[in-house]
């Protein structure tokens, strides 16, 4: 029998990656990040962004296509904080 380890490691990659996913809806649909940690949220994307070019250095195709992904989704996070919330600008 053969053991596919590329399929482990895609299996596995999507599952860490989908767990972003309701994070993003839900700031998304509340217009809110205010639970959202800054501080880890700017490491962990750090950290994914070390992992998804260190797969692209060894060819560990699951290993960047996932966190390739996951840094996306991350900052979209970080991106709808930041978006969100800003104070809004007084009427002139």
Same mark, same amino acid.
């Given at each position: ?7 482990l490691?895609? !299996?596995a ?10 994070q !993003?809806?839900k !700031? ?19 950290g994914?962004l ?16 996932n966190?390739?992904i996951?840094?996306l989704?991350?900052?979209s996070?970080?991106?709808m904080k ?9 009427? !002139?």
């Amino acid at each position: 029998m053969h053991f596919d380890i590329d399929l482990l490691g895609f !299996v596995a990659a999507f599952c860490t990656t989908a767990a972003f996913i309701p994070q !993003v809806i839900k !700031v998304w649909r509340e217009r809110s990040a205010a639970g959202v940690s800054l501080g880890m949220y700017c490491i962990f994307c750090f950290g994914v962004l070390l992992w998804l070019i260190y797969g692209l250095i060894i060819h560990a195709w699951p290993l960047a296509i996932n966190n390739g992904i996951t840094l996306l989704l991350a900052s979209s996070v970080l991106v709808m904080k930041w978006r969100f919330e800003r104070p809004m600008p007084a009427n !002139v």
